[in-house]
């Protein structure tokens, strides 16, 4: 896997600010017709953040970034993205936020290749009906590098394994050069090695463009030691801060139950009572 | 021998046909990828209520076709994206709510209208000038529009909620893309009929949806992988070793006329490592890298290229009808 692209190729890198709220919830609530799905959320996120978030299944993680796509309007309190309410988001903020979304089965027969599907990504910097150009075929074959694939760019999506399916959408998002990254489970279905140079690939894109990211996982141990922040959910934010602060027994206890623990070096793990 | 063709209805219905068939084929490439297949029955048979309520009333019939074809593909669009109801059983619904409409309508009309059932199964032959000239100039607008925005369409077929997040406008593509498919249906109505418009709709882009595997095989020109041409330097400075990673497609066993089902040809395409074959003398290079390279299936050329298309014939016929496929053989040989 290669360096990701010269940072002067990214548009946001030059205007960089950092600690300006990108993305702030205040008091917001999002309701699914069964139910809550989150409540009372008040959280800011800087330029050039990068916050985990992390909870049990159902806590409202996925929620959180459907909502800051502008797919999701708050039912209750507001939501706003680049200073724009997110009820009223324009393709050229969308175009801005790279997403790539819980991994889900990929019809097996679509007739499009691993470098189409990256070229979608291209599809709100190009514009409407405008054609692809060399500059967008050249940053679609850089995000393939960056993300390994590059030997693959003519494969049928189809043909691809879950892992490597996994990565061209990762590439899929790279392409976008968002400025906000949000990503849902991206180590799901890779294997070991691939999710430390896909983690790695995240952290050098924090830290060279300053990209803010927002990353969900239910994986707490691969989480923690890369974000700034994490926000622990469920329903409601229950924590948010460094590592050290959210990840202790008690809030734990509070979110996952009595079974968790946390070691000495700072992992969390589960108590093995099957063999109690 | 040709002097038929000189006939003006003739000739008005040969272009009517292939107007209606090129469009048809056109939208169905993207109804067919959207996972749309059954809108073109739910459409064509609200259109027809449409018909049969114009001539109830004795008002003019595309108006009303066009309102209850738009005003039913509206209906089953926002209804899936809502999420209360599945795609399939709204269609359902209004394929037998309007189709129920159509007949309650000729109910009540006091005498037997051919011309209505003319919608139904189509009646080429009686295509006017006036018909023709609308069909072509829907032609023009459907197939002008999916040209212009291929590549938002193919994104919304793909996945819609991620075109949406990506900056696409994907709900307008989706409801323009009905409007369009309902139009197409009730204009090809009065040509086709209710029933076959469908298929026209279907099979071609279904036949192509077994044949490719890119966007740009299914259809022309789709705006993706415009330029597949890539630096040859920068592959051999990718692996020195003089290895690399090959989706030349090897030739396969035969397992049908078609060489095999989709699910067997993608398992093939998988990647297999194998040497790079460096350029020859006279300047022929090895197939470029990562290329799917597709197996051509053309008409048999030679006594023997047809003799073996026969017998791959019989093995087919063979394996599905196991009674008569012997006694084609027999006949074979």
Not at chain 1, 123 to 141: F, M, N, Q, T, Y
Not at chain 1, 220 to 244: D, F, M, Q, V, W
């Amino acid at each position: 896997m290669s360096h990701p692209h010269p940072a002067h190729t990214h548009p946001h890198h030059a205007d960089h600010e950092h600690g300006k709220p990108l993305i702030r919830f205040d008091h917001a609530s999002f309701w699914y017709p069964h139910g809550p799905a989150l409540e009372d959320i008040t959280l800011e996120i800087a330029d050039g953040e990068f916050v985990g978030v992390i909870g049990p299944n159902g806590s409202g993680k996925t929620t959180l970034l459907r909502a800051i796509l502008g797919l999701m309007p708050p039912t209750r309190g507001s939501l706003r993205i680049f200073d724009c309410a997110c009820q009223n988001l324009r393709c050229y903020h969308r175009a801005r936020i790279g997403y790539l979304p819980q991994k889900r089965a990929v019809d097996p027969y679509f007739p499009i290749t691993a470098r189409e599907a990256v070229l979608m990504g291209r599809s709100g910097a190009i514009g409407l009906w405008k054609r692809p150009g060399k500059a967008d075929l050249e940053i679609v074959r850089h995000a393939l590098e960056d993300v390994g694939m590059e030997d693959y760019e003519d494969h049928p999506l189809g043909a691809l394994s879950g892992g490597q399916q996994q990565r061209v959408f990762i590439a899929r998002a790279l392409a976008q050069h968002p400025q906000i990254l949000l990503l849902d489970e991206p180590t799901t279905g890779i294997d070991t090695t691939t999710q430390h140079t896909v983690l790695d690939l995240i952290q050098r894109l924090h830290e060279e463009l300053h990209l803010t990211i927002v990353l969900v996982s239910h994986d707490i141990n691969l989480i923690a030691p890369l974000a700034e922040r994490l926000a622990l959910l469920k329903t409601r934010l229950y924590a948010l801060g460094s590592a050290k602060q959210v990840l202790t027994k008690e809030i734990l206890a509070q979110v996952y139950g009595p079974q968790i623990l946390t070691t000495d070096t700072g992992h969390v793990i589960v108590a093995d009572h099957h063999h109690n | 021998m040709v002097d038929f063709l000189t006939l003006g209805f003739l000739q008005r219905s040969l272009m009517a046909a292939a107007l209606t068939g090129g469009v048809c084929a056109a939208i169905g490439v993207f109804v067919v990828l959207r996972g749309l297949a059954f809108i073109g029955a739910g459409t064509a048979h609200a259109a027809f209520a449409g018909v049969a309520l114009a001539y109830l009333l004795g008002g003019p019939p595309m108006p009303f076709a066009i309102a209850f074809g738009l005003g039913t593909a509206w209906i089953i669009g926002l209804l899936e994206e809502r999420g209360r109801m599945k795609l399939d059983v709204s269609i359902g619904i209004s394929y037998t709510a309007t189709m129920a409409l159509a007949i309650l309508f000729i109910g009540l009309m006091k005498t037997y209208n051919a011309e209505v059932y003319g919608y139904l199964f189509g009646s080429i032959l009686s295509v006017t000038a006036d018909e023709l000239k609308l069909t072509a100039g829907l032609a023009a607008v459907v197939v002008g529009l999916l040209t212009l925005f291929a590549k938002e369409f193919f994104f919304l077929a793909f996945d819609q909620e991620m075109a949406e997040a990506s900056g696409v406008p994907a709900r307008r593509f989706f409801f323009l893309l009905l409007t369009l498919v309902a139009l197409t249906i009730v204009v090809s109505l009065k040509t086709v009929g209710a029933i076959l418009v469908f298929a026209l709709l279907l099979i071609p882009a279904a036949t192509a949806y077994q044949l490719t595997s890119s966007l740009r095989g299914g259809a022309h020109d789709r705006g993706f992988a415009q330029d597949r041409r890539r630096d040859p330097g920068l592959r051999a400075a990718a692996d020195p070793g003089g290895h690399r990673v090959s989706t030349d497609v090897q030739p396969a066993p035969d397992d049908g006329l078609l060489g095999g089902d989709r699910r067997a040809r993608l398992r093939r395409r998988r990647p297999a490592v194998v040497p790079v074959r460096p350029a020859d003398r006279s300047g022929h290079r090895a197939p470029r890298h990562g290329r799917v390279l597709r197996r051509r299936r053309t008409l048999p050329q030679t006594s023997a290229q047809a003799r073996d298309f026969l017998k791959r014939l019989a093995h087919c016929l063979q394996r599905a009808f196991p009674k008569v496929g012997p006694v084609l053989v027999r006949f074979q040989t």
